[in-house]
């Protein structure tokens, strides 16, 4: 009757965690924190989320510009800056964005990142205002800006893809060297 009772119990668990949405599997990978804000941004239009991987110094720039014209990152110097000091021969970082908002209280949280052979996971946390909390303001893009280590093996052209929230929200390939 106990092991009845163990592997009912066991079950429950496993179908509770597949009903909450798509989850990671593979080897976490260990991440830092350098940048957690808001973009100032100067176009309304696209409100979707966005993972970006830099993968090397070269792309700093590209990234820069691929936000606009003029580039809003210039706003955010301190992103700038992490990306610059970043020794991209033992990781590479990713930034994920929450897409546009035009009010305040908006919060994009990296919480896991897994890997399994080419394909990346990262899981974020999407967070808003409560109703009647959020301040009418400029447009923002909310953003975590992270720096992966280079554990293991890559070289290789790999495949990312960001949840938030329980949900596939983007994917993206990129080379990390």
Known sequence: MEYLTDALVGLLIVFLLSSCGVQASGQPLTFRSLAQDSILRSDPKDETSVIRIIASSQ???????????????????QLVEQLRQLDYMRYFAVLVTQGQKESLGFKVTVQQ???????????????????????????FDPYHLVAVSKDGSWGRQMQFELIANGKVATKTAHFIP
Do not use: N, S, W
């Open 113 to 139: 990142i897994t890997r399994q052979d080419d394909q990346v996971t990262v899981q974020a946390e999407f967070v808003g205002p409560k109703p009647g909390e959020g301040q009418p303001a400029v447009v």
């Open 59 to 77: 792309e700093i720039d590209q990234l820069i510009h691929e936000f606009g014209d003029p580039p809003p990152l210039q706003l955010a110097p």
